[in-house]
C-alpha cells in the first residue's frame, strides 16, 4: 500500500475519533415527555425517583405486573392478616383500566391493602364508581415546560392537610406540575373520604378513601369494619418523577402522601412493556455522538471511492455480441447422423418432425388414423393436393418406415422432398 494512502487512513481514523469525542463531551439535552418507566433517567422518568424512595421506605421495590396479576397472587378469600397486606402504587399520564381493573381494585381494598394511584386523568367509569371527577386549570402546560420555567420562574404553593397556617407543610412547585384538581361526584359506594393536599386556589389535589363494608351477614364490630384498605387519588403524577422529587423540599410532600399508619410494604406496579432489541444502526442513530460520526465516516469515505475512481478510470473496450452458431451446429448435428448411413431412421425423424407440426396447427396426427388412405385424404384436404398424388406419396412413406424395409439414399432424399413439399402447401 501506498504510503500516501496510508496517511489518508490514518486521517480518517483520527477525525473519526474527533467527532465521536467532541459530540460525546457535549451536553445532551433533557426529554421532559413523561414515561414514568423505572430505568428512565431523564427528568420525567422514575429512575431517581425508586432510588430515593428504595433508600427511604422498608421494603420498597418496583414489579412489572399489573393490578390483576396482583389480585390473582392473593385469593378473594377476605380480609389478609396485616403481614400479607401492602401499599400498591401506580403511576401513570391517563389511568383507564379495563373493565375488571374496577373490580381489581376494590378486591384488593377488601383484602386491606392500600392502593395509590396518581394520574392527571381517569377513566369515566373509574370517576363514576368511586364518586370523583378532575378539572384542568389549563391543558398541554408540560409540553413547553423548560422554556416556560424559564421565561416566567413563578411556583406556586401545595400544602398538605387542612391548613395551610403551618410552613412545614408548604410547598413551592411550579404550576405546569399539577394542572388538574379533583372534584367531589356522587357514588353508590360507602366511604369515608378526606382530602391530603390542596394548591393555593385551595382546590383539592389528592383525595383519599376508605370503604365500609355494609354486608348483612357480617357480624364484624363497627370498628372492623373500617379494617378495609384506602384507596388514595392523587392529580400530581409528575412530582412522582426525577424531577418532582429532587425540586425543592418535594420529596417530604411525596413521603407525607405515601406515608400510611399500617406502614405497609410499598410496591410500585409498572406494566410492563415488550421491547424489542435494538439494532446496531439504531442504536447509532439514538446517540448524538455515534450519530455525528456514522455520518463523518461516510462522507470520508465517499470521498475515498471518488478519489480512487477518477485515479484509476481505464478504456472499456467494446464487447462485441457472440455470433450465432446455431446453424453450424444444426448442420454438424445433421452430418454425424448422415454419416451413419441410416436412411431408414433420418427418414423417421422428418416424418416425427412433420407429425409434430400437424399436431401443433391443426391437433391432428396421421398415425391416429387406423386406415393409411384415410390419412392421406384428410392430409390431402389440409395441404390442397391431388389426392391421389398424396395418397400414393403417403403409402410409400408408410412403406419406407415399416420394419425389415432397407431405405436407400435416394428413397429417403425422394421421401423427405415430398415431406418438405407438404409442409409448404399446408394452409
Not at 2 to 15: D, E, G, M, N
Not at 37 to 51: E, I, K
Not at 106 to 133: K, P, W, Y
Not at 321 to 339: D, K, V
Request: aromatic letters at 12%.
Amino acid at each position: 500500500m501506498k504510503r500516501s494512502r496510508i496517511v489518508f487512513f490514518v486521517l480518517i481514523a483520527v477525525f473519526f475519533v474527533a467527532v465521536f469525542l467532541v459530540q460525546y463531551n457535549t451536553p445532551r439535552p433533557f426529554i421532559w415527555k413523561p414515561t414514568y418507566l423505572h430505568d428512565d433517567r431523564q427528568p420525567f422518568g422514575c429512575y431517581v425517583f425508586d432510588d430515593v424512595l428504595a433508600s427511604s421506605f422498608d421494603d420498597y421495590r418496583v414489579e412489572q405486573k399489573s393490578l390483576y396479576k396482583v389480585r390473582m397472587e392473593y385469593p378473594d378469600t377476605g380480609i389478609l392478616p396485616r403481614s400479607e397486606r401492602r401499599t400498591y402504587l401506580l403511576i401513570q399520564d391517563v389511568y383507564s383500566p379495563p373493565d375488571s381493573g374496577l373490580l381489581d381494585i376494590r378486591s384488593l381494598l377488601r383484602q386491606g391493602h392500600n392502593v395509590v394511584i396518581c394520574a392527571s386523568d381517569f377513566s369515566e367509569e373509574m370517576m363514576e364508581t368511586f364518586g370523583f371527577s378532575v378539572e384542568y386549570n389549563e391543558r398541554d402546560l408540560i409540553n413547553a415546560f423548560d422554556q416556560a420555567v424559564r421565561l416566567d420562574p413563578v411556583r406556586d404553593t401545595i400544602y398538605y392537610g387542612t391548613s395551610i397556617d403551618d410552613d412545614y407543610h408548604l410547598y413551592r412547585v411550579f404550576p405546569q406540575l399539577h394542572p388538574v384538581y379533583l372534584k367531589l361526584q356522587e357514588c353508590e359506594l360507602d366511604r369515608n373520604m378526606a382530602f391530603l393536599a390542596r394548591d393555593n386556589h385551595d382546590q383539592p389535589l389528592a383525595l383519599i378513601m376508605s370503604l365500609y363494608s355494609n354486608d348483612a351477614e357480617d357480624d364484624m364490630d363497627a370498628e372492623s369494619r373500617w379494617d378495609y384498605g384506602s384507596l388514595l387519588i392523587v392529580s400530581t403524577p409528575l412530582l412522582f418523577t426525577n424531577y418532582g422529587i429532587l425540586d425543592g423540599d418535594n420529596a417530604s410532600y411525596i413521603f407525607r402522601l405515601l406515608y400510611f399508619p399500617d406502614n405497609y410494604p410499598i410496591v410500585r406496579l409498572e406494566e410492563s412493556h415488550s421491547v424489542a432489541s435494538p439494532s446496531l444502526l439504531k442504536a447509532i442513530f439514538d446517540s448524538p455522538a455515534l450519530k455525528a460520526a456514522f455520518y463523518s465516516l461516510l462522507l470520508l469515505v465517499l470521498l475515498l471511492m471518488t478519489n480512487a475512481a477518477q485515479r484509476k478510470q481505464r478504456p472499456i473496450p467494446v464487447v462485441t455480441p457472440p455470433a450465432n452458431e446455431m446453424l453450424r451446429f444444426t448442420r454438424l448435428i445433421g452430418n454425424l447422423f448422415y454419416q451413419k448411413r441410416d436412411y431408414q431412421d433420418l427418414l423417421r425423424k422428418k416424418y416425427l418432425y412433420f407429425r409434430t407440426e400437424l399436431r401443433r396447427r391443426y391437433a391432428t396426427d396421421p398415425e391416429t388414423e387406423p386406415d393409411p388412405k384415410a390419412a392421406a385424404e384428410r392430409l390431402a384436404a389440409r395441404t390442397g393436393l391431388p389426392v391421389e398424388e398424396v395418397t400414393a406419396d403417403f403409402v410409400r412413406l408408410k412403406h419406407l418406415l415399416s420394419d425389415g424395409t432397407r431405405v436407400s439414399e435416394a428413397d429417403m432424399r425422394r421421401a423427405i422432398d415430398g415431406i418438405n413439399h407438404w409442409k409448404r402447401k399446408l394452409k
